[in-house]
Nanobody, 125 residues
Framework: QVELVESGGGLGQPGGSLRLSCEVRGFPLEYYPMAWFRQIAGTEREGVACLNKDDGYVYYVEGVRGRFTISKDVSKHTIYLQMNNLTPDDPGVYTC??????????????????WGQGIQVTVAS
C-alpha cells in the first residue's frame, strides 16, 4: 500500500535550519520523481522542490533556491528537504508527493498521484 510519511517539522529560528523527511512505503523510490510542496497560511499550495527519478535533476521554486535542498536516500526509502536560512515567509504545511510514473513532469508541479498528510513548519525567534 502506497504511503508517504513526513517527519522533522517543528519550530525553526529565523536564519536557522530544519530538515524534513518523507519515508515512502509501498513502491520503489528510484522509479518515481518526487516533490515537496507547501501551503502557507492564506495562500494556495505551491511546489517547492522536485527531484527526477534517475538523472539527479532538481528544480526549486525561486523563493527557496539557494536555501533549500531536495535529496533522497533510496536505501532508506526517504526523501529529504534541507531547509537553510529560514525566513518568516517559510512557515506552513509541507507535504511530499509522488509524480505519476509516466505522466509526471518535475517542473510542471502537476500529475501527482500520492500525497503525504503534511507537516507543520513554524519559524519564530
Amino acid at each position: 500500500q502506497v504511503e508517504l510519511v513526513e517527519s522533522g517539522g517543528g519550530l525553526g529560528q529565523p536564519g536557522g535550519s530544519l530538515r524534513l523527511s518523507c519515508e515512502v512505503r509501498g513502491f520503489p523510490l528510484e522509479y518515481y520523481p518526487m516533490a515537496w510542496f507547501r501551503q502557507i497560511a492564506g495562500t494556495e499550495r505551491e511546489g517547492v522542490a522536485c527531484l527526477n527519478k534517475d538523472d539527479g535533476y532538481v528544480y526549486y521554486v525561486e523563493g527557496v533556491r539557494g536555501r533549500f535542498t531536495i535529496s533522497k536516500d533510496v536505501s532508506k526509502h526517504t526523501i529529504y528537504l534541507q531547509m537553510n536560512n529560514l525566513t518568516p515567509d517559510d512557515p506552513g504545511v509541507y507535504t511530499c508527493a509522488r509524480y505519476k510514473r509516466f505522466s509526471g513532469s518535475c517542473e510542471s508541479w502537476s500529475c501527482l498521484d500520492y500525497w503525504g498528510q503534511g507537516i507543520q513548519v513554524t519559524v519564530a525567534s
